[in-house]
């Protein structure tokens, strides 16, 4: 009920649906999260997706109220469940685009963050909404939780990373393409359109490539470049089983401009 799912060829576009809690990640939303992830796993002919929000906020973050009452005990379930489903979507096989709307503050922010792409939408004509990115859960008393302190730090850099966790501070869509966090700022209405043509331009290629080269640098970033490099190779070479590789090369040698690839 929290959610929308949409398919456009072969792109998925999820959509959070929670607007009267501006999407805050609720147990609710979280259960309907990862059931949409386990589908999403499942579906061979998807080529990439997209996560949205709806109305003026992307995530808000995790909801404070069910929050409150966590013990030591409940609190480490809350962070463990929220980061395995971060670490499942940024796992998945495809290419991920965060289209953020508005808000993604919080547990908002570490989603966009499991995702390999953060577009982001710029403010309005009057100058007003637009993303808004932050970890404030120290003001809360709390650490970010589902994995912010990892994978910020892994985006924009350490320092910078600590001071906007320190801080809490929220920044606007141009500041977080400045820092790196974010790769591009659209107008609002030419978010959702500017994410499909993104994925468009992923799911053109051919599918098996596209998912080896995100395992070469995804895998690759976590190795000494000696370990990343075999790794490449080895994925390099597995290239040529397929029939991919012989179409796009074949279409390469005969100046052919169409290209069918079939994921195999």
């Not at 962070?79 to 953020?100: H, N, Y």
């Amino acid at each position: 009920q929290t959610l929308r799912y949409e398919k456009q060829e072969n792109i998925g576009i999820l959509t959070i649906n929670r607007p009267e809690a501006l999407n805050a990640l609720n147990s609710t939303v979280i259960g309907d999260l990862e059931q949409a992830i386990t589908e999403v796993e499942k579906d061979a002919e998807l080529g990439a997706l997209i996560i949205t929000g709806e109305g003026r906020s992307f995530v808000a973050g995790a909801d404070i109220g069910e929050q409150l009452p966590l013990d030591v005990a409940g609190g480490r379930k809350w962070g463990q469940r929220g980061s395995a489903l971060m670490r499942r979507i940024e796992k998945l096989e495809i290419p991920t685009i965060a289209a953020v709307n508005g808000f993604a503050l919080g547990g908002g922010c570490e989603l966009a963050m499991s995702c390999d792409i953060i577009l982001a939408a710029g403010p309005n004509a009057e100058g007003k909404g637009g993303a808004k990115f932050g970890q404030p859960e120290v003001g809360l008393g709390i650490t970010p939780g589902f994995s912010g302190t990892q994978r910020l730090p892994r985006r924009v850099g350490v320092a910078k990373a600590k001071e906007l966790i320190f801080s809490g501070k929220v920044i606007g869509a141009a500041e977080a393409e400045k820092i790196g966090l974010v790769n591009a700022v659209y107008a609002p209405e030419e978010l959702i359109p500017g994410a499909i043509a993104m994925a468009k331009s992923f799911t053109a290629n051919a599918p098996i490539a596209v998912k080896y080269s995100k395992a070469c640098i995804d895998r690759g970033m976590q190795m000494d470049i000696d370990d990343g490099i075999a790794l490449e190779n080895e994925l390099f070479a597995m290239c040529f089983a397929t029939a991919d590789q012989k179409e796009g090369m074949s279409a390469f040698v005969e100046k052919r401009k169409e290209k069918h690839f079939q994921n195999k």
